[in-house]
């Protein structure tokens, strides 16, 4: 059962806009939440993490929201550059269950100049 | 240069043929893990060791051996490799168990 879930498989947007990518999880133990950046060919890349006892984190252009409430979580890309064009995963754990992390299916990302 | 390593990075091997893809990170890393990627699947965790000695199960362990005999090193072992096993496999690392770090990948075809 998919724990994880990543409901836009696609997303396009204009250079210099904001890209905002949607994540929803439905298992209340997660304690940690990460979002990695995959390119073709190559491992996924870490990108931005949010420990649950925070409701936001940024570092530059990218920010993570945390509703805990909702069990939702957001990664904000603002200004979207063509680099950014990749696949966008949105992760889970929970510290009390060994670390094993549970992955939604992905988000593509388009940044059109 | 911290990474993490696999080899092979691609592999056609036959059903039934014993295969070992080896993953090595230079990071001193506690936790070591395996995952797969499908199509319209996403990663999913085959298993995952915490720390020398210490392996357990991920979400899809069937058909899958590993062993954690040292920390650097944390190789996938298929004894009996079967069609359905064919995909693109990651080794990972991680400090904490939390910010994982990704090898390139190893894509098996299992023909």
């Known amino acids: 059962d998919q724990q994880v879930k990543q409901n836009s498989p696609s997303l396009s947007v204009q250079e210099g806009r904001i890209s905002i990518l949607n994540c929803d999880y439905t298992n209340s133990m997660f304690d940690y939440f990460l979002w990695y950046k995959k390119y073709p060919a190559e491992g996924p890349t870490f990108l931005i993490s949010?420990?649950?006892?925070?409701d936001k984190n940024e570092d530059g252009r990218f920010t993570v929201f945390l509703n805990k409430s909702a069990k939702h979580l957001s990664l904000h890309i603002v200004p979207s550059q063509p680099g950014d064009s990749a696949v966008y995963f949105c992760a889970a754990l929970s510290s009390r269950s060994g670390y094993a992390l549970n992955f939604g299916k992905g988000t593509s990302l388009l940044v059109t100049p | 240069e911290a990474q993490v390593t696999q080899n092979p990075r691609y592999l056609i091997t036959v059903t039934g043929k014993k295969l070992t893809v080896t993953c090595s990170q230079n990071m001193n890393h506690e936790y070591m893990s395996w995952y797969r990627q499908d199509p319209g699947l996403g990663l999913r965790q085959i298993y995952y060791?915490?720390?020398?000695?210490?392996?357990d199960k991920g979400d899809v362990p069937e058909g899958y051996k590993v062993s954690r005999k040292e920390k650097r090193n944390f190789p996938l072992i298929l004894e009996s490799p079967s069609p359905n096993q064919t995909s693109l496999y990651f080794c990972?690392?991680?400090?904490?168990?939390?910010?994982?770090?990704f090898g390139p990948g190893t894509r098996l075809t299992v023909t």
């Open positions: 949010i420990s649950s006892i925070k």
């Open positions: 990972a690392s991680s400090l904490t168990g939390a910010e994982q770090y």
């Open positions: 060791s915490m720390n020398v000695e210490v392996t």
